[in-house]
């Protein structure tokens, strides 16, 4: 059982990028799935998260820019990146948890529950 994500790459600011975690060995229903992300010298942080039930929680930051979405099988995960910004630049994982609601706000982005986590991918926004 694992994650592996991929997409990452260098794009100039207000490009757009669309980020995949495969599944391996398992699928994503009913749990609570997410996107997070770590820049230099920074603690990780939560971009976006999503349950069964389809209730999605954005980090402030992202709001409007970012999206989470799952294919038909869901045994990939994708985040669609616009409009990106040098402060998006960060490395990028997915990650889930047996939980079929991620909780609200802040709480809901917190890293500490994920209990599977992929090896990350690089993304770098220039100005």
């Known amino acids: 059982v694992q994650l592996v994500e991929s997409g990452g790459d260098s794009v100039q600011a207000g490009g757009s990028l669309t980020l995949s975690c495969a599944a391996s060995?398992?699928?994503?229903?009913?749990?609570?799935i997410g996107w997070f992300r770590q820049a230099p010298g920074k603690e990780r942080e939560g971009v976006i998260v999503?349950?069964?039930?389809?209730?999605?929680q954005y980090a402030d930051s992202v709001k409007g820019r970012f999206a989470i979405s799952t294919d038909s099988a869901r045994k990939t995960l994708y985040l669609q990146m616009n409009n990106l910004k040098p402060s998006d630049t960060a490395m990028y994982y997915c990650?889930?948890?047996?939980?079929?609601?991620?909780?609200?706000?802040?709480?809901?982005?917190?890293?500490?529950?994920?209990?599977?986590w992929g090896q990350g991918t690089q993304v770098t926004v220039s100005s």
């Open positions: 990650a889930t948890v047996e939980a079929t609601h991620c909780g609200w706000g802040n709480a809901a982005l917190a890293t500490d529950p994920y209990s599977l």
């Open positions: 060995g398992y699928t994503f229903r009913g749990l609570c």
């Open positions: 999503k349950d069964s039930a389809v209730n999605t």
